[in-house]
């Protein structure tokens, strides 16, 4: 131990000797100033620079974004009106149907039955009818001749009158019986696809108060629509025909257009917030997207190319002081600071088209590469916190 640390002694006085002859101590002790200085000191020089934002040219889009479910145009519900066991079933999910194909049938012999009761009163009443009317003639030639009394013979038409009813009520009871028949057969009512089928064979149908679901035919599954819902904050934008690009997660990254259709009037109310349904055609020739696939929809309410804009923290300057002496008459709402150079001048501007991170700047007095002085650094501004020191400020994206 006593070895090593005479060594390290005789180390550190043959350094400390040739750093002495060699003057390196001046070097050293340079660095051991300057450090401090660059780490604490120069702080006030900075302290006044100004602090801008770019404004950078390109394109603006104001949009608004909502989610729906994608479905049909039109869909058919296609129902009983009769009740009774399902004989036989002639379609399936995502059969193709014309109208008037048969969809089901149901077992018809209770049906039968009634048809057979009401063809055979109406034979019955048919017959009284016939003899009634027999009757009458009969007794309007005796009264003609005075053979009976016209009491007589006013009974007997009374009697063929109704008679008559009798046939005609028969005859509706008939025809009733006839078309509940006709309802055991279940066609189509629309060409299209059925996309749901509610029962199996064997099942009993009941349509005694409600008329039962059995199918669900989709008109034409090349036309979707989607209803989205809109909030009361963002419907004032929407109209009618405005572009809409939306995607789904079957198909991640890709956009699929459509157009704004409808915007209905009927307001809901979700979370304490009122929401619109606006309905978006869809064009689905290829048949990818399918009924029930959520849609995140971005509704284009304006957009504009080639044009000034700069991120929204650049216009939230209150004032001028400190950025430029004399303003006169203008203010940051009509007026932007512009660095040029070693110099701020002040250049009138509109706002155009506003989204949620940049605004659109209307000006004849802009050039490329502009940058608006939103304050000095060190001073308390809202509009400088989102803003880089120096003359290559930072611009928003494009």
Do not use: C
């Not at 016209?150 to 009374?158: K, N, V």
Request: proline share 4%; charged share 25%; aromatic share 6%.
């Amino acid at each position: 131990m006593k070895n090593n640390d005479k060594t390290k002694k005789s180390f550190l006085r043959r350094a400390t000797s040739w750093i002495w002859r060699k003057k390196w101590w001046i070097a050293i002790l340079a660095v051991l100033i300057a450090v401090p200085i660059m780490i604490f000191g120069g702080g006030d020089d900075k302290k006044g620079e100004l602090v801008s934002l770019k404004i950078s040219r390109g394109d603006l889009r104001q949009e608004v974004s909502a989610t729906g479910e994608i479905q049909p145009v039109n869909t058919v519900n296609v129902g009983s009106q009769v009740s009774g066991t399902i004989d036989n079933m002639y379609v399936d999910y995502n059969s193709k149907v014309k109208k008037g194909d048969v969809l089901l049938t149901i077992e018809p012999s209770v049906l039968q039955a009634s048809v057979d009761e009401s063809k055979a009163s109406l034979l019955s009443a048919q017959s009284q009818r016939n003899y009634a009317k027999s009757e009458y003639e009969r007794n309007k030639s005796l009264y003609a001749d005075g053979f009976i009394s016209r009491a007589e013979m006013e009974q007997s038409q009374t009697t063929y009158e109704q008679a008559e009813q009798s046939v005609v009520r028969a005859q509706s009871q008939y025809d009733r019986a006839m078309t509940n028949l006709g309802y055991a057969t279940i066609i189509s009512p629309v060409d299209g696809t059925v996309i749901s089928r509610k029962v199996d064979v064997g099942q009993t149908v009941a349509a005694s108060f409600q008329t039962p679901d059995l199918f669900e035919i989709a008109e034409d599954l090349s036309k979707m629509q989607i209803e989205t819902s809109v909030s009361e904050a963002d419907i004032g934008v929407i109209r009618e025909g405005q572009n809409v690009s939306f995607t789904v997660d079957a198909y991640p990254g890709q956009s699929f257009p459509g157009v704004v259709r409808q915007i209905r009037l009927s307001p809901t109310t979700t979370s304490n917030v009122v929401v619109y349904t606006v309905v978006i055609d869809v064009d689905n020739a290829d048949l990818r997207l399918m009924p029930g696939m959520t849609a995140f929809v971005t509704i284009i309410v304006s957009e504009k190319s080639d044009i000034y804009k700069v991120q929204n923290a650049a216009l939230l300057v209150r004032s001028f002081d400190g950025i430029v002496e004399n303003p006169g008459d203008a203010t940051p709402k009509t007026h932007l600071a512009i660095k040029r150079g070693d110099s701020v001048v002040l250049v009138p501007y509109e706002k155009g088209l506003i989204t949620a991170t940049e605004t659109e700047l209307i000006s004849d007095g802009i050039r490329d590469g502009d940058q608006i002085v939103v304050g000095r650094a060190g001073q308390t501004s809202s509009a400088a916190s989102g803003a880089k020191r120096g003359p290559m400020g930072g611009g928003g994206p494009r």
